[in-house]
């Protein structure tokens, strides 16, 4: 017969075995494994929530940002638009300041039956008593130079047919 588990000692003396005194160990123990689990576990969960406030933001801002973008856009068109009209001012200047050269050096009783004015040359074509004389009087000026003839010269009654074509100096591209 297995011997009686019977403790006569007095109830401050005796030793427990009951299972129930480590109910507040493995209490304690638990709340600070959710503990640690929360201290790990919060800063993804704060991180989740300020990204979604800063997506709201984001969010309310967009109709601002795509107006700024939108003008931005339009400055730089209006910039271009600008620059092209200062170039094409610039361009007709020099371009007039070319024709005005060519009607001072080639006097009466030269004429022009052609004008070709680019960026960067001019073709002329025309009558002339002396023709091979404009080509050291072009390249004498301030606008042209590297005169040559696009075409033989040719003999008529009053003078020579000419045509003539010369490089632009001093002109923006």
């Keep these: 017969m297995p011997p009686l588990a019977v403790n006569l000692l007095p109830v401050d003396q005796r030793r427990s075995s009951s299972r129930m005194r480590y109910v507040p160990t493995l209490t304690l123990?638990?709340?600070v494994v959710l503990m640690l689990g929360a201290v790990v576990a919060y800063p993804k969960y704060e991180d989740r929530q300020y990204l979604s406030l800063l997506r709201q933001?984001?969010?309310k801002l967009d109709p601002q940002a795509k107006k700024a973008s939108d003008l931005d856009r339009q400055i730089t068109v209006t910039r271009n638009r600008?620059?092209?009209?200062?170039n094409f001012r610039r361009h007709t200047k020099e371009d007039m300041d070319?024709?005005?050269?060519?009607?001072q050096m080639l006097a009466a009783p030269t004429w022009l039956n052609s004008l070709q004015l680019t960026r960067d040359s001019v073709t002329i074509a025309g009558e002339a008593e002396q023709a091979a004389a404009l080509i050291k009087l072009?390249?004498?000026s301030?606008?042209?130079?590297?005169?040559?003839?696009?075409l033989?010269?040719?003999?008529?009654?009053?003078?020579?047919?000419f045509s003539i074509r010369a490089s632009r100096q001093g002109v923006t591209p």
């Design 82 to 86: 600008t620059q092209t009209l200062d």
């Design 57 to 59: 933001e984001i969010h």
């Design 142 to 150: 301030r606008q042209f130079r590297g005169s040559s003839f696009a």
């Design 138 to 140: 072009l390249d004498s």
């Design 29 to 31: 123990a638990s709340l």
């Design 98 to 103: 070319a024709l005005n050269e060519l009607t």
């Design 152 to 161: 033989p010269l040719q003999r008529s009654s009053s003078g020579e047919l």
